[in-house]
């Protein structure tokens, strides 16, 4: 959601600020190109990898703030560190914790921490930390988007056990208590230390901080795992996708996962420059606020579904990198037995007019910081021209665009979140996390089901009964699903997409051609 800032984005490291682009291709001359990672070790030890981002001019220091753009999640996933990394398949690589069990009810949990880990100055990470960062979170008072994860957990069941076991007792039943906690976007900092030190426990330590410009981490030498091999990592924020294409192209960054799609055939062409592409996972995403005119009619957000061309869309806005998409939330699985939605123009001038909106006028806000997100507005407000509609779309400064998250009308997001995730926040009474501010009674009582249960071919099927719910009546235009392409210097190698975003966050094994 605010990935989770402009939309969403697992670390969407998040989410709204979020919130991540093109493939890989064959290149024709000595340009090479990945699917899974930058290539062997390559390279040698040391040196300082600069890393470009779009972000806000807004940015603040620490594992915790509501105000996010992309540079937040890189910095974070440098310093910080989870529970756990999740992996393909529902798996887990474990990190902070070693492992979880629970009693038969699903309502007690309890959460191993691994030995031996310390944090940036030196001090030990323990359990007293893990419990202090979950009572925070949880924290009413704070407002933080990471409450809206693990909402089903009672600050009060919380209990140390020893300096590496924490214990949770719940008020009910919580099968998905593990994907929960260890999502991406929930990392520990110290207890008792202030947001601008920044102390965690990652490969990486601050070294410098200039908001809104650039962030500078060092390696840290008393990592628990395996120590980086670069000396730094440079995150420099940009303004917009041109601007990082540009630096890359122009060498003045070695890497990004924010890339001006339509120079891909350009870049594979340039021997200096390799391109790596991710999963379908990114879905750039209309979103319409359902409890105001207009969209509070479910007759209008289902015209405005119908006039997208999202085959057009896919071609022109994504350059035909992805898939369809259909106007509901989370990774592609367990699909609902619902027809792939099609553009139909007079069927939608029908539903305007039966809702008493055929000369609609209505602005559409973006802040344009994911590759294709303009181009997909613009292709909805020509389109809409056709039937009398006039969609005015308004692109904004990333900082000003999301000092107002929750409060816009008709605006742009992202996602690039599994389901669990993604449905928490849509079934929020926050207006910061369900920025749609829509409530389904159905959709809710389906949630509940879902969370409860552990049995993943039971979700499944509450997922699929979910997902028609949101393609019926929801409030959100998806047209593809795209991945997350990343551009890097070919004297760069080890770099790793995140799963499931496809983001440039893991910069551990990287070396650099000196």
Known sequence: ???????????????????????????????????????????????????????????????????RSQDFYVRNAAMFEPLAHRTKGGGYQWALATGMTHNKENTEWTVKLRPNVKFHDGSPFSADDVVAVFKRVLDKKNALIERNYIDEIDPKGIEKVDDLTVRFKLPEPYGAFQ?????????????????????????????KFTPGRETEVKRFDGYWGAKPKVDKVRVISFKS????????????????????????????????????????????????????????????????????????????????LGVLANDHMGIDACLPDVPQREQNLPQAKKLLADAGKSNLSVDLETAANKPGMLQLTQILAEDAKKIGVTINVKKMELGAYLERWGKRTFYTGYDTRPYLEAVDETTSTDDVFNHQHWHDPEFESLA??????????????????????????????????????????????????EYPSGNLYDFTKVTIDQ
Do not use: W
Not at 188 to 205: H, R, V, Y
Not at 298 to 315: E, H, P, S
Not at 487 to 495: A, D, I, Q
């Open 1 to 67: 959601m605010l990935s989770r800032s402009v939309g969403k984005g697992h670390r969407g490291r998040p989410r709204m600020l979020a919130p991540m682009v093109a493939a890989a291709m064959a290149a024709g001359l000595a340009t090479a190109c990945s699917t899974g990672s930058s290539g062997g070790e390559g390279g040698g030890s040391g040196g300082t990898l600069r890393v470009g981002v779009v972000a806000s001019t807004i940015s603040t220091l620490g594992a915790y703030s509501n105000l």
């Open 179 to 207: 994907f929960a906690v260890t999502n991406s976007n929930i990392i520990f900092d110290k207890k008792g230390s202030k947001p601008e030190q920044a102390i965690g426990t990652g490969p990486f330590m601050l070294s």
């Open 241 to 320: 996708v041109e601007a990082t294409t540009n630096a890359l192209v122009g060498h003045q960054i070695d890497a990004s996962s924010n890339i001006l799609q339509t120079s891909l055939p350009t870049i594979e062409k340039t021997p200096s420059l390799k391109i790596m592409k991710g999963d379908n996972v990114l879905k750039v995403s209309i979103n319409m606020r359902v409890d105001v005119p207009p969209f509070n009619d479910v007759r209008v957000r289902q015209a405005m579904q119908l006039i997208m061309n999202r085959k057009l869309a896919l071609t022109n806005a994504f350059d035909g």
């Open 448 to 497: 509940k089901k879902l969370y409860a249960t552990a049995d993943a071919q039971e979700q499944c099927g509450i997922q699929k009964k979910m997902k028609q719910i949101e393609y019926e009546r929801g409030g959100s235009l998806l047209a593809a699903s795209n991945p997350t392409v990343s551009v890097y210097s070919s004297k760069v190698h080890g770099l790793v997409p």
